[in-house]
Structure formats: structure tokens, C-alpha cells
């Protein structure tokens, strides 16, 4: 079977960074997409930032550019969102989630990603 387990949520004040983890067993990570998303309470599932298992392209939300960073370490079978100058509005759980045919050309919604994990509670609070 295949699963995504996210890690590396936690509390931290406005300004300052995490990095959250993804990790894929039951498949190799390096033939897939994978996009990060969030969901804050009340509101729908954003795309956060996605990274091409062919050209290793990554794409950011517009809120996001110049903060977050999105990476893969095909080695781990893991893929990697550093979040640095985080404020409040960044507060959500983070997903990431995985398709082969995804982020070709952009982070592309919800729909396009058929593996997801069950998520990691971030909270940006003084």
C-alpha cells in the first residue's frame, strides 16, 4: 500500500520557521509529483507548493514565494517544505499528497493528487 506520513508541525511564533516532512513508503517518491496543501479551520484546502518528479520544477502558491522552500531527497523517500517568516495566516494543517501525473506545469488542485497523508497541525502564535 502506499502512505505519506507528515511530520514537523508543531507551535512557533510569528516569524519563525519549521520544516515538515513527507514521507512515502509502499512507492518511490522520485516517480511522482508532490504538492503541499493546507487547510485552515472554515476554509477550503489551499495549494501550498508542488515539486516535478520530472524536472525536480517547484511551483509556490503566490503567498508563499520567497518564504517557503520546497525540496526532495530522493534518497529518503522523503520530500521537505521549509517554511521560514511564517505568520498567523500560515496557521493550518499541512497535507502533502502525491500523483504521478501531477505538477507538470503548476501546484493544479485537489482532484489531481490521488495519495494523500493525514496531515500536520501548524500554528503561528505569539
Known amino acids: 500500500q502506499l502512505h505519506l506520513v507528515e511530520s514537523g508541525g508543531g507551535l512557533v511564533q510569528p516569524g519563525g520557521s519549521l520544516r515538515l516532512s513527507c514521507a512515502a513508503s509502499?512507492?518511490?517518491?522520485?516517480?511522482?509529483?508532490i504538492g503541499w496543501f493546507r487547510q485552515a479551520p472554515g476554509k477550503e484546502r489551499e495549494g501550498v507548493s508542488c515539486?516535478?518528479?520530472?524536472?525536480?520544477?517547484?511551483y509556490y502558491s503566490d503567498s508563499m514565494k520567497g518564504r517557503f522552500t520546497i525540496s526532495r531527497d530522493n534518497a529518503k523517500n522523503t520530500v521537505y517544505l521549509q517554511m521560514n517568516s511564517l505568520k498567523p495566516e500560515d496557521t493550518a494543517v499541512y497535507y502533502c499528497?502525491?500523483?504521478?501525473?501531477?505538477?507538470?506545469?503548476?501546484?493544479?488542485?485537489?482532484?489531481?493528487?490521488?495519495?494523500w497523508g493525514r496531515g500536520t497541525q501548524v500554528t503561528v502564535s505569539s
Open positions: 499528497a502525491a500523483d504521478v501525473d501531477a505538477c507538470q506545469e503548476g501546484i493544479a488542485d485537489t482532484q489531481q493528487y490521488a495519495y
Open positions: 509502499g512507492f518511490t517518491l522520485d516517480y511522482y509529483g
Open positions: 515539486i516535478s518528479s520530472i524536472d525536480g520544477a517547484a
